[in-house]
């Protein structure tokens, strides 16, 4: 059983006017993200005054918990469905039960989501469940029942509030029916901090605070921090998510540059979010908040093996829920809770409190790791069983101890070769989903794969750090410069290596005089950087120009009339008043003066597409509709100014442009006004 410490209750304190984040160490920090990296598995759950419609508006079935914002409803005609919202069959124990019985860990509610319903007995507002036929606080009666079961209580609470009289931007399509007049962000901002703090104050211990709706420009990284700061000051044990602030990048990596861990969306990454704590959210089928329409189940088959692919990255899993009006779940999500509890109950060790796969890849299936004391657990799920039962392990050095099928009775022989491992499974045992196989070796994992080569550039302008990262502490890795495979007589690698030609660096992985890997390598190239303009003079800022269109992708500029021609000295999206400008493109001219020889890297964020040219090349190509987005490219500039032209377009729906660079392997910063300029 994974519980949240109690210290956390015993340690409210009121709310701050301006919150400050508590001092934690590397070591504190860890301890704090125990319970939940150990727990691998929640259930999320959105459910609302969304579900009484059910995806369901003007006869069309697509919508779900955005129903109001994709139908374009009226604020006074969304209102009506709250004396409507009368969850008779709503029982906390039965969703508890079944998120215990699937296995889950720990449970994310929406109290509210963008909708800006509050599922919970708010003290300040009327917009919320006590205002319903329902009246009682299903928060309270959920977060009981979640730790009856033994279970962590979590709270999702969406910034953006399509209903606060106060919340900015407006959308572009309320119009008068809902006039910005007299609208006051800060005052949302402070109702926005009470709710927290209800929550955070009125419910017990809380594990997670999972904050969503935060792209929007209004809210910005003080006020982010300053609520990861109340949350933290209220419950110092809480763990925060990352969209607490503003900068999670897109929503299918959604690394951790604010709160306490990552969260990708509806996607697993390729390899994981290594060195940070992350947690994949995703749907059964292809809604959050209920849609009678949508039956596009996943199977039980592929969820389990997404717990198994999550967990062999090193991420948790948080599986939806979108209950239905009535307040049951869906019989096909409950249909296949069952069917995951009954793996997890016989396979459950192979996920909880286990670390990422030592491996790069298996061709079979996945794996995970179990430090214990002098020996090592290796976790193989297997997707494809070897029709033989020979389950080869490839490159594994450690001298093998015990193999076993979770749930089966008695041991698998295993071979050892001369870098492989053979564990020997009994035929006739197989798992529709994944058979586990449980191997257990002597010592850490000594695994043989081929070093990895980290350099922040392979351009060489002035002589570059490269770094040669091996696979095992017992094992060597060798290297060559000038093309030729490594040897046993090769120097090993020990520290930075320092490039200052065109040179080929070859490595390899080395068991005392006996290479156990590939080989990996890497070309470097010494470039003449770009010479800068002569004899320019310049004025301060960019040309700014301004285009209206609808596009898909970036149009050409240069067929096309601007309809404002002006100075900038930054880069930002346009507003209209408290609104993002919509079907809009911008174009930056001019030079960036740069300090000095070197090869640097430009970032460009934008939402929707964009590019970089510096002196005439395209840099960073970050075109298409999307989301908030980061492309990188580099380039070898001369000291002095060069030429840039930034181009960007949006269409709809959230807005964002930014450009940060520095050297490569140095801190990227928002070009100042002062490197600027333009003739």
């Not at 029916?177 to 926005?192: I, S, T, W």
């Amino acid at each position: 059983m994974i519980l949240l410490p109690l210290l956390a209750a015993a340690t409210i304190r009121p709310q701050l006017d301006t919150p400050v984040i508590p001092k934690e160490t590397k070591a504190q920090y860890e301890t704090r993200m125990r319970w939940w990296h150990q727990a691998r598995f929640g259930m999320f759950i959105h459910w609302g005054l969304y579900s009484i419609p059910a995806g369901v508006w003007n006869g069309q079935t697509g919508y779900a918990e955005w129903i109001r914002e994709e139908a374009h409803i009226p604020v006074h005609e969304y209102e009506k469905l709250q004396p409507k919202f009368n969850p008779v069959k709503f029982n906390a124990n039965t969703w508890a039960k079944l998120a215990k019985d699937a296995g889950m860990k720990y449970v994310v509610i929406t109290t509210k989501h963008h909708d800006g319903f509050n599922l919970f007995d708010s003290k300040y507002t009327d917009w919320s469940v006590k205002n319903t036929p329902f009246h009682r606080d299903i928060m309270r009666e959920l977060s009981t029942a979640v730790r009856g079961q033994g279970l962590t209580m979590g709270w999702y609470h969406s910034i953006m509030d399509w209903h606060h009289p106060d919340y900015l931007p407006r959308r572009s399509w309320e119009g008068a029916d809902r006039p910005a007049d007299g609208a006051n962000f800060r005052r949302f901002v402070k109702y926005l901090r009470n709710d927290v703090t209800q929550l955070l104050t009125d419910y017990g211990p809380i594990g997670v605070m999972w904050f969503d709706g935060e792209w929007e420009n209004t809210w910005n990284k003080k006020d982010g921090n300053e609520l990861y700061a109340l949350c933290r000051t209220l419950q110092p044990n809480v763990i925060v998510n990352n969209r607490v602030s503003v900068g999670r990048g897109g929503i299918e990596d959604a690394g951790v540059q604010a709160g306490d861990y990552g969260t990708p969306e509806q996607t697993i990454p390729a390899t994981g979010l290594p060195g940070q704590y992350w947690e994949t959210c995703m749907t059964m089928n292809g809604h959050w908040g209920y849609n009678s329409h949508d039956t596009d189940w996943k199977s039980s088959k592929v969820l389990l093996r997404n717990l198994m692919d999550i967990a062999s990255k090193g991420g948790n899993y948080l599986l939806n829920i979108g209950p239905r009006s009535d307040g049951t779940f869906p019989p096909e999500a409950v249909d296949r809770l069952h069917d995951i509890g009954k793996w997890m109950h016989t396979n459950g060790e192979s996920i909880y409190d286990t670390t990422a796969s030592v491996f790069d890849g298996l061709p079979w299936g996945r794996s995970t790791t179990k430090r214990q004391g002098s020996k090592t657990t290796l976790y193989f799920h297997v997707f494809d069983m070897p029709a033989d039962g020979r389950l080869v392990i490839p490159g594994l050095g450690n001298k093998p101890l015990r193999a076993h099928v979770l749930g089966q009775r008695g041991s698998c022989s295993v071979d050892r070769g001369e870098t492989d491992v053979v564990v020997h499974v009994p035929t006739g045992v197989s798992d529709s989903a994944a058979t586990v196989v449980a191997l257990e070796v002597a010592g850490a994992p000594i695994i043989y794969k081929a070093p990895k080569i980290e350099a922040p550039t392979t351009l060489v302008v002035k002589p570059v750090a490269v770094h040669i990262v091996g696979s095992s502490p017992e094992l060597w890795a060798r290297y060559t410069l000038d093309g030729t495979t490594p040897t046993a007589a090769s120097p090993v690698a020990t520290g930075a290596i320092m490039i200052s030609g065109t040179e080929t660096l070859k490595t390899a992985t080395f068991q005392h005089d006996r290479r156990v890997s590939t080989v990996t390598e890497k070309s470097f190239k010494l470039v003449q950087p770009n010479p800068a303009a002569d004899g320019v003079t310049l004025q301060p800022g960019l040309r700014k120009r301004m285009y209206r269109g609808e596009w898909t992708t970036l149009p050409s500029f240069d067929n096309l009339t601007p309809v404002k021609d002006e100075t900038a000295t930054s880069f930002g999206v346009p507003m209209d008043g408290s609104k993002f400008m919509e079907s809009v493109g911008l174009r930056y001219t001019g030079y960036v003066t740069v300090p000095a020889d070197d090869v640097y890297a430009f970032n460009l964020t934008s939402d929707d597409g964009s590019a970089l040219m510096i002196d005439g090349e395209r840099i960073v190509n970050n075109d298409g509709l999307h989301s908030d987005t980061t492309e990188r490219g580099t380039v070898a500039l001369a000291k002095g100014p060069h030429k840039i032209e930034v181009v960007w377009f949006n269409g709809s729906g959230g807005s964002a442009l930014r450009l940060t660079m520095g050297p490569v392997g140095g801190t990227a910063r928002v070009l100042s006004a002062s490197m600027l300029g333009h003739e």
